[in-house]
Structures are given as C-alpha cells and as structure tokens.
C-alpha cells in the first residue's frame, strides 16, 4: 500500500512568487491536512480538508491557501512568498477522523527555500 | 489556544541507557499520537494512546497517557543508536475536524 505522495521534494523559489505543493494521500483516506515545520516553532497546523471541504484552518495569513480533489488528492499554494515562508510543508493523510482515535499519515514533505 | 510542552527539547545518552521524554498540556486531548522524524523526512507514528491511564508498550518503548488525558510520557530502556531522531507529541482535539497540536520536539543522540 502506497504511502502519502508529496511532490516536489525540493523547491527554490524567489520573494513574491507564489508556489503550489501537492499531496496525494493513502489510498481510501479521505482527509488531508497540511503543517508548516521550522526549527522555531515546530509543526504548525496550516489547513484540513475532507471530502473537498476545508473544515478547519490554522493561524495562518491568507497568501496560505489549498484545495482537495474528488480524488482526495490535494494542493496547496503561497502566493507572494516571503523568507519567512522557508520551512519544510508537510502533508498528512487520515482515513476519516471522527471520534477519539485520530492517527494522521506523514508524507515526506517538500522543503521550500524562498531567496 | 492549545500547547504542548515538550521536556527536554535535547539528549545525548550513551548506549544502554534508559530516558524517558514528557510531553505536558494545560489542554484535554482526545487522543495523543507520538511520531519519531528523521533529518529531512516527514514523521512516522509510533503510537496512539486515547484512554487516560493507558499504557501501551512498543518492544523497548513504553508511552503513557495520564489520567486527566492532559500529559503522556515516552520512556525507552536500553536506547540504541537507531533510535536516534526527533520525537514528537501530537494532541488530537476532538470529532469532526482533523487538527494535531504538535509540541517542539526532543532531539534524542544516542552514542554508541
């Protein structure tokens, strides 16, 4: 069974470009969330999506945005980058979180460096 | 606003040695996950713990969820070189939306 799927692995882009990160999660799993982790202040929840609908959102501006497929598969984009964006942006799949036992998927990630 | 205090954010033991990490909130979670990450690599679970007092045991490591559900321990016995790495607590907060509240983080060095 495959595992998450997120490409590319590596990104360089330039202040003020936008980028788009996508995760194709696990197989049945149909919620896909995604975290910004910096060696400041850790993993941070960026968004959630189920069934193509965000149902929850972090404490992030909004040049942070996504979407989810029928397929479940999902994007992310940051419009206007700044440096501070650099961070490694991981994605994490859930076959249908409800209730007590929630365990979430990690993808490898896609490390961005904005110059 | 959610936290997790992770203690203590690094270790550097010698092969063999026992450690155990802490992972404190001020928080009710429902369930807390513990993952281990590697340099560049995104984290892998270790466990899930969801009722308070449980106890789960995984070969060399025990987790342990407290009572109140608010704290968890992890305690390795006999560390390994392997099991060097970044370990993290993750709260889940509850039914109908997905969102993990991660702590910073302990960076464990273990030296053979």
């Known amino acids: 069974k495959a595992g998450v799927t997120q490409t590319p692995r590596y990104l360089i882009k330039t202040r003020g470009q936008q980028v788009t990160l996508s995760c194709s999660p696990i197989?049945?799993?149909?919620?896909v969330s995604w975290y910004q982790q910096t060696p400041g202040q850790g993993l941070q929840f960026l968004f959630e999506y189920f069934s193509e609908t965000q149902r929850n959102k972090g404490n992030f501006p909004g040049r942070f945005s996504g979407r989810q497929f029928s397929n479940s598969r999902s994007e992310m984009n940051v419009s206007t980058l700044e440096l501070g964006d650099s961070a490694l942006y991981l994605c994490?799949?859930?076959?249908?979180?409800?209730?007590?036992?929630?365990?979430?998927?990690f993808g490898q990630g896609t490390r961005l460096t904005v110059v | 606003t959610q936290l997790l205090e992770q203690s203590p954010q690094f270790l550097s033991i010698q092969e063999g040695e026992n450690l155990t990490v802490y992972c404190n909130s001020s928080s009710v979670f429902s369930s807390l996950q513990w993952y281990r990450q590697e340099p560049g690599e995104g984290p892998v679970l270790l466990v899930t713990v969801v009722t308070g007092g449980e106890v789960k045991k995984l070969k060399r490591l025990t987790f342990q969820f407290g009572d109140a559900r608010k704290d968890s321990s992890l305690h390795i016995t006999a560390a390994q070189p392997g099991d060097t790495g970044l370990y993290l607590c993750?709260?889940?907060?509850?039914?109908?939306?997905?969102?993990?509240?991660f702590g910073k983080g302990t960076k464990l060095s273990v030296i053979p």
């Open positions: 994490a799949s859930s076959l249908n979180p409800t209730g007590l036992n929630t365990e979430a998927f």
């Open positions: 197989s049945g799993h149909r919620s």
């Open positions: 993750a709260g889940a907060s509850g039914a109908g939306s997905y969102q993990l509240t």
